[in-house]
């Protein structure tokens, strides 16, 4: 691949390029460049910038596979100004083209009005099946599965396989892995590559794979994620109670289903409540919104806090001095909380790490606390000598200081998320603000006793 013919590809797919072309009624050449060098989830993301006139045109164009798939990568608000611009029978081929699970992904996030439409644009079966769907907790397997993939009977040959293959493998939304059901009852599991390097008489009882992994429909999504993730599967099989499949969850949803609870999770643990929506597409008030309610309870909880240091009126007032190195403690505290905390959530979040480590955990923070205090604690009392802020006894009380608050940070913000998860909260909100708060009250409590009894104060 030459590196003119990249440099004329890229330009092709700018949105200057585009918008120029529709300016100059270049329909023909756009609709087939758009076909040729545009991939829907980049398309996407450029109709994004358009105004809703523009965004409806360069629609139109698409040819119907392409349309459906570049509708599933829109946002929201751009899906619901197409529904409105297009007609019945241009919503229908839509609607026909799309996987299940995009379309019920698209009916979550519409107004009720906007849902009666697109309904009404879908046959009888497709809506019996949507329904299905939306009938599963929000965050279930079954609320993310397709129920569009490929039941192959035990007694069919290699080459009856490959035919019906062939002719609903259009409509599926992934061919690589085929399922051997008996009675609707997932019994085995059979890939495509053993069917095409297998002898064409052979049956799929004879090379399916039993001891196959599977979810159930009211499995949490993300642990079903984490599962196609371990395994690098294509596919999940998803059954009921009664283990008759219902569905599957490919690995692009498991995909989007992790960078939803990723981003949930580093929301919270920024002390921000979780969106859906993006950073421009949430309003002001609605940002607002999602972040006041913990601004508030960390302010209020600050004043534990300020209690705390009330009571030791006296001593500061003996000496001014001790209240400078109050920042520096606490400051040190959180940070070291904070990043004892972010390893051991992560751990929790790819399987590294589960409850019954906590002993292990706490052992190993230990540990590191020690070896970090003791730098921290030497270097501090460096500068204190240095910067002329105390005599060697205050170094050296600064430095204890110092090291009782980063063994208890390094303890707290290990043991937390771990017990979220043990009593089912999200490990996350164990994060950054709440540590850092509780670390600033224990800090403050520690460094008083600790001055108080040092200078008999």
Known sequence: MSEEWVEEWKEELTEERILQMLEERQYKQLKEELENNMYPVDLADILEEFEQKQMVMVFRLLAKEE?????????????????????????????????????????????????????????????????QLLQYPEESAGSVMNVDYIALRRDMTVAEAILKIRQVGLNRETIYTCYVTEKKKLIGVVDVKELLTTSESKLMEE?????????????????????????????????????????????????????????????????????????FGTTVIEHVKSRIPWLLFLMLSATVTQMIMNSYENALAVMPQLAGFIPMLTGTGGNCGSQSSTLVIRGLAVGEIEFADVLKVIWKEVRIAVCISIVLAVVNGIRIMLMGQGDATMAVTIGVTMACTVIIAKVVGCTLPLIAEKVGLDPAIMATPLISTLVDISTISVYFAIVSAVFAL
């Open 67 to 131: 349309a459906a798939e570049t509708f599933a990568y829109m946002n929201s608000d751009m899906r619901e100004i197409l529904i409105n611009a297009l007609t019945d029978s241009e919503l229908e081929e839509v609607m026909e083209e799309m996987y299940l699970d995009d379309t019920v992904d698209v009916l979550e996030e519409m107004p009720a009005n906007v849902v009666d439409r697109l309904l009404m644009m879908t046959d009888e079966e497709k809506r019996r099946q949507i329904n």
């Open 207 to 279: 090379i399916m794979d039993t001891n196959m992994l599977y979810a159930q429909t009211t499995d949490d999504q993300e642990d079903v994620a984490k599962t196609i993730t371990k395994y690098g599967l294509i596919a999940l099989p998803i059954v009921d109670h009664e283990m008759c499949m219902v569905g599957i969850v490919t690995v692009d949803d498991a995909m989007l289903v992790l960078q939803e609870e990723t981003t949930e999770d580093i929301s919270i643990m920024a002390g921000v409540n979780p969106s859906e929506e993006s950073y």
